[in-house]
C-alpha cells in the first residue's frame, strides 16, 4: 500500500506558549496580578533560586483559596 500523509492534528508543540515562571518567594498579591492581567493563564510554574522547577500554581485552586475568607461575605 502506498503512503498516504497523515491528517493535520493538534500537537504538544501546537499547543505549548512559553511563559515567564514566577519566583517562590513572589508575594501572593504579585501571583493574583499576574493571573488578572493574563486571563487565559491556566497555571504559573514556579522555581527556586537556581530557576529549577518546584511546583505549579492553578488559577482556579489559587483564587479559590485565597477567596474562601470572604465566602460568607459573598
Known sequence: PAHRPLPQRPCAE??????????????????LAQFLAA?????????DE???????IERH???EFFGKQFTVEI
Open 14 to 31: 501546537s499547543l505549548h506558549r512559553p511563559i515567564l515562571p514566577v519566583a517562590h518567594s513572589m508575594r501572593c498579591s504579585d501571583v
Open 39 to 47: 486571563p487565559e493563564l491556566f497555571a504559573l510554574p514556579v522555581i
Open 50 to 56: 537556581q530557576g529549577m522547577p518546584m511546583g505549579i
Open 61 to 63: 485552586a489559587f483564587i
